[in-house]
């Protein structure tokens, strides 16, 4: 997949077919649509293309809602990546942008710039300056502009949208089962390691503690999570504690993971961590006795999961 990083920066060398949306989550809904416009792409002797934005233009034309999203973007690009697409332009989504007409964003960025020959598009979509227009505009400038229009139905138009509200509400609730479910892969979580209170290391749990530095990511409910990661190529599992540690009078939230079998330093080490299940939720404990306690039970239970997942 070759990555750009604006419409303007486009170089593809043959017709494409584009697809357009912000394929938050990358979730099977998503994946279906894809998998249409690789297949279209294949049988047209076209590119494949998906045109997407960064920001999201919620952050732009609506900062107050403070959108959280399932994916930073470079999750995004990652698991965009492995659909196997030909092209993913990222197009800065400006107040600018957001001004283009509809006939400007067609014949300037779809057909100039993307070269395209074909439009898969949903049958809702709305585009251009206060998104006045819609896909019998678009499929109109098809016409004028020698493109085709293939409709995205209803059924699942309404599918993307669905599974997107579903997986944010299921998140924040603490279904993580059903998050994943509705993913088709387990949500991530991306960071950096940074230097925590040292409490994991005197109960004899040294953890890792993930800084997230992209403030819209969405971080699922408090609680206790197995996890599985990648570090030096080798996959390691463990448990994750996502909370503000009020057994020990903490407040500030923190992601804290303390991997199975594993010694080493990790700190300033980007870590991408996937949620398997969720344990329980966060408990303060009467003492720190309890505490250590209710950590080993979890452990026993992660190994246990974990132990059933690679059977």
Same mark, same amino acid.
């Given at each position: 997949?070759?990555?750009?990083?604006?419409?303007?920066? =486009?170089?593809?060398? *043959?017709? @494409?077919?584009?697809?357009?949306? @912000?394929?938050d989550g990358v979730h099977?809904?998503?994946? *279906?649509?894809?998998?249409?416009?690789?297949?279209?792409?294949?049988?047209? !002797?076209?590119?494949? #293309?998906v045109l997407t934005f960064f920001p999201h233009p919620?952050?732009?034309?609506?900062?107050?809602?403070?959108?959280k999203l399932i994916n930073t973007i470079n999750e995004r690009i990652a698991l965009l990546e492995a659909t196997g697409l030909d092209h993913l332009v990222i197009h800065p989504f400006t107040q600018e942008f957001s001004r283009l007409t509809a006939e400007e964003f067609v014949k300037d960025i779809l057909v100039d710039q993307l070269k395209a020959r074909k439009v898969i598009i949903g049958y809702d979509h709305r585009?251009?300056?206060?998104?006045?227009?819609?896909?019998? !505009?678009? *499929?109109? =400038?098809?016409?004028?502009?020698?493109?085709?229009?293939?409709?995205?139905?209803?059924?699942?138009?309404d599918d993307v949208a669905v599974s997107s509200t579903k997986i944010r509400k299921a998140l924040l609730e603490g279904d993580l089962d059903r998050a994943n479910e509705y993913l088709g892969y387990p949500f991530m979580?991306?960071?950096?390691?940074?230097?925590?209170?040292?409490?994991?290391r005197k109960f004899n749990y040294p953890t890792a503690n993930l800084k997230i530095a992209? !403030?819209?990511?969405?971080?699922?409910?408090?609680?206790?999570?197995? #996890?599985?990661?990648?570090?030096?190529?080798? @996959?390691?599992?463990?448990?994750?504690?996502?909370? @503000?540690?009020?057994?020990?009078?903490?407040?500030?939230?923190?992601?804290?993971?303390?991997?199975?079998? =594993? $010694?080493?330093?990790?700190y300033e080490q980007h870590l991408e961590i996937t949620l398997l299940t969720r344990i329980r !939720? $966060?408990?303060? +404990?009467?003492?720190?006795?309890?505490?250590?306690?209710?950590?080993? $039970?979890? $452990?026993? +239970?992660?190994?246990?999961?974990?132990? *059933?997942?690679?059977?």
């Amino acid at each position: 997949m070759r990555q750009h990083t604006s419409a303007q920066e =486009f170089n593809g060398t *043959k017709g @494409t077919v584009v697809t357009i949306g @912000t394929f938050d989550g990358v979730h099977l809904g998503h994946r *279906k649509i894809i998998k249409r416009l690789l297949a279209s792409a294949a049988g047209n !002797d076209l590119e494949s #293309v998906v045109l997407t934005f960064f920001p999201h233009p919620r952050m732009v034309l609506q900062k107050e809602a403070q959108i959280k999203l399932i994916n930073t973007i470079n999750e995004r690009i990652a698991l965009l990546e492995a659909t196997g697409l030909d092209h993913l332009v990222i197009h800065p989504f400006t107040q600018e942008f957001s001004r283009l007409t509809a006939e400007e964003f067609v014949k300037d960025i779809l057909v100039d710039q993307l070269k395209a020959r074909k439009v898969i598009i949903g049958y809702d979509h709305r585009f251009g300056r206060n998104r006045n227009a819609n896909i019998e !505009d678009l *499929k109109a =400038f098809g016409k004028q502009y020698d493109f085709d229009v293939e409709e995205i139905s209803k059924q699942d138009v309404d599918d993307v949208a669905v599974s997107s509200t579903k997986i944010r509400k299921a998140l924040l609730e603490g279904d993580l089962d059903r998050a994943n479910e509705y993913l088709g892969y387990p949500f991530m979580l991306s960071g950096t390691v940074s230097r925590g209170k040292g409490l994991g290391r005197k109960f004899n749990y040294p953890t890792a503690n993930l800084k997230i530095a992209e !403030d819209y990511k969405i971080i699922p409910a408090k609680g206790v999570y197995a #996890v599985q990661s990648v570090i030096a190529n080798r @996959t390691v599992y463990g448990m994750m504690s996502i909370g @503000t540690n009020p057994t020990v009078g903490g407040s500030d939230l923190s992601i804290e993971t303390f991997f199975f079998d =594993f $010694e080493g330093d990790l700190y300033e080490q980007h870590l991408e961590i996937t949620l398997l299940t969720r344990i329980r !939720d $966060e408990k303060k +404990f009467n003492g720190v006795d309890e505490l250590i306690a209710a950590m080993q $039970e979890d $452990e026993v +239970f992660s190994r246990d999961y974990i132990a *059933k997942l690679n059977a």
